[in-house]
């Protein structure tokens, strides 16, 4: 008599599998994907296998769902696809100068110190709050607070209209100066 295990033969079925999947996707790399993902749901749910059934017969029947169920995440990106670029072939094109400046902001954006611009972009831009962005970038809240706000006065100094060599940097206070001994 069999036991569960050796009934449980996925070994002896790569090869229906990989021909199976071959037939489904018509390519080599697509159906060594199909079978991979397909023999990883079987594993998950080879609890619900029974040892009277034949194990061919299951496995090619979680290959076809596997399949069908690629097929349906692809057709709904797709129709994502398709509605977001119908909706950006409504909207109208920035005004000549609308662009220029979203560019130069942009480049502000990134002129910014890589520490200030990636807190200001967790917080501002991913909207993540003050204590996933100091999580994601594995600093203290309070560190994270400090990049926010220096990026946001640099950012200000930008939209003042002062160049960006005068953008106020960081000073000592309450060291001497140059002018004492």
Do not use: C
Not at 7 to 18: I, K, Y
Not at 104 to 125: C, K, M, S
Not at 150 to 170: C, W
């Amino acid at each position: 008599m069999e036991t569960k295990n050796q009934t449980f033969n996925v070994l002896g079925q790569l090869a229906t599998l990989r021909r199976y999947a071959l037939s489904l996707v018509r390519n080599p790399d697509d159906a060594e994907d199909l079978v991979h993902d397909a023999l990883v749901r079987a594993y998950e749910r080879r609890s619900s296998f029974r040892s009277e059934a034949s194990i061919r017969s299951w496995l090619l029947s979680i290959v076809h769902n596997t399949h069908i169920d690629r097929l349906r995440q692809k057709r709904a990106a797709s129709r994502r696809e398709n509605a977001a670029a119908e909706t950006a072939e409504m909207t109208l094109p920035p005004q000549q100068d609308h662009s220029l400046r979203l560019k130069q902001v942009q480049q502000a954006f990134f002129d910014l110190p890589e520490e200030q611009r990636a807190a200001l972009h967790l917080v501002a831009i991913e909207e993540l709050s003050y204590q996933q962005a100091a999580d994601t970038l594995g600093i203290p809240v309070g560190t994270l607070m400090s990049r926010i706000s220096r990026a946001r006065a640099r950012l200000r100094t930008f939209e003042d209209g002062a160049p960006a060599d005068r953008i106020p940097h960081l000073k000592i206070v309450g060291g001497h100066g140059d002018d004492q001994p």
